[in-house]
């Protein structure tokens, strides 16, 4: 049997359901994500590849390279089939020595979105992720005005859903009182678990939810249960690691990303990766749970 990402299931994203495991293209630009990639040829390989694999959902940013990733995301795979959703965020902007700096105003992100539309050659973005600044751990702030600039360009037809990254629990319910909220994007993983009560409740409202970092991020997640568990299905700890993410809840939509065709199989193994009982207790004692569930 082939594999295919249409195993992973599927769960709604605005006005259409995509498979559980996408693909998450910043890999695809240069080193630190900065500049061209060494094999540019690879890294469109890789794309078509996904698509052939049945992936649906592709979550990208014009701020990785900058614009080299969407580049190579048009070139690879445009005209684009109609069943692809390209997810992308603003909301940052790159220096010429690399660092990530916040772009916030209304005007940086009317820039941003257009940059988005000109480089993945759309007329309209299927879903924009208002990230909001932070390496890992959203800081609580009020997102009232980027997140109107953004309806406003909903508004305007130049996006048809909003999203969410980096965000508290108190920061997606102000963004929701503004315009209805499709994703939260955020960091979560097997170890890394304090957003567990947003993670749930956003469940009960039928809202997806996005891990960024799912395998670590920049620094692989080590776990001895992790290791345990994979030597005993045969398989890797990030295989593993995948398939407790979509063992964990229905709306956890995934996107992980890499350079390689093997890796990218290899990440979609996970969705035919079935952990019983005993393998789900072991893992559930990896990492620390947030506070009791919230309402939203």
Same mark, same amino acid.
């Given at each position: +049997?082939?594999?295919?990402?249409?195993?992973?299931?599927?769960?709604?994203?605005?006005?259409?359901?995509?498979?559980?495991?996408?693909?998450?293209? +910043?890999?695809?630009? !240069?080193?630190?994500?900065? @500049?061209?990639?060494?094999?540019?040829?690879?890294?469109?390989?890789?794309?078509?590849?996904?698509?052939?694999?049945?992936?649906?959902?592709?979550?990208?940013?014009?701020?990785?390279?900058?614009?080299?990733?969407?580049?190579?995301?048009?070139?690879?795979?445009?005209?684009?089939?109609?069943?692809?959703?390209?997810?992308?965020?603003? !909301?940052?902007?790159?220096?010429?020595?690399?660092?990530?700096?916040?772009?916030?105003?209304?005007?940086?992100?009317?820039?941003?979105?257009?940059?988005?539309?000109?480089?993945?050659?759309?007329?309209?973005?299927?879903?924009?992720?208002?990230?909001?600044? @932070?390496?890992?751990?959203?800081?609580?702030?009020?997102?009232? %005005?980027?997140?109107?600039?953004?309806?406003?360009?909903? %508004?305007?037809?130049?996006?048809?859903?909003?999203?969410?990254?980096?965000?508290?629990?108190? +920061?997606?319910?102000?963004?929701?009182?503004?315009?209805?909220?499709?994703?939260?994007?955020?960091?979560?993983?097997?170890?890394?678990?304090?957003? %567990?009560?947003?993670?749930?409740?956003?469940?009960?409202? !039928?809202?997806?939810?996005?891990?960024?970092?799912?395998?670590?991020?920049?620094?692989?997640?080590?776990?001895?249960?992790?290791?345990?568990?994979?030597?005993?299905?045969?398989?890797?700890? +990030?295989?593993?690691?995948?398939?407790?993410?979509?063992?964990?809840?229905?709306?956890?939509?995934?996107?992980? @990303?890499?350079?390689?065709?093997?890796?990218?199989?290899?990440?979609?193994?996970?969705?035919?990766?079935?952990?019983?009982?005993?393998?789900?207790?072991?893992?559930?004692?990896?990492?620390?749970?947030?506070?009791?569930?919230?309402?939203?």
């Amino acid at each position: +049997m082939s594999i295919t990402a249409e195993r992973s299931g599927s769960f709604p994203l605005g006005d259409r359901t995509v498979h559980r495991i996408g693909y998450g293209a +910043m890999q695809l630009a !240069g080193p630190q994500v900065m @500049g061209p990639p060494e094999d540019r040829d690879g890294a469109i390989a890789v794309l078509r590849r996904a698509v052939e694999l049945g992936v649906d959902h592709i979550d990208t940013s014009d701020y990785y390279g900058p614009h080299v990733t969407n580049e190579i995301i048009r070139d690879a795979l445009h005209p684009y089939p109609d069943d692809l959703t390209i997810v992308t965020k603003v !909301g940052a902007r790159r220096t010429p020595d690399g660092h990530w700096h916040e772009a916030l105003s209304p005007e940086e992100l009317r820039a941003a979105v257009q940059d988005n539309l000109d480089h993945l050659g759309l007329d309209v973005l299927d879903v924009v992720n208002l990230r909001l600044p @932070g390496f890992a751990q959203p800081a609580q702030r009020s997102l009232a %005005e980027p997140f109107e600039a953004l309806a406003e360009l909903q %508004e305007q037809g130049l996006i048809r859903h909003l999203g969410v990254s980096n965000v508290t629990p108190q +920061m997606f319910a102000e963004a929701q009182s503004i315009a209805p909220v499709v994703c939260v994007q955020n960091h979560y993983n097997v170890v890394h678990r304090e957003d %567990e009560p947003l993670l749930d409740a956003l469940a009960r409202e !039928g809202i997806a939810y996005v891990p960024f970092f799912p395998l670590g991020g920049f620094t692989p997640l080590e776990s001895a249960a992790l290791e345990t568990v994979a030597r005993r299905l045969e398989t890797t700890p +990030m295989e593993v690691a995948l398939a407790w993410l979509l063992a964990r809840s229905p709306n956890v939509v995934l996107i992980p @990303g890499t350079k390689s065709i093997a890796h990218l199989e290899q990440n979609l193994e996970a969705a035919a990766r079935v952990l019983g009982p005993v393998e789900l207790e072991e893992l559930d004692r990896i990492g620390g749970t947030g506070e009791p569930d919230i309402d939203l």
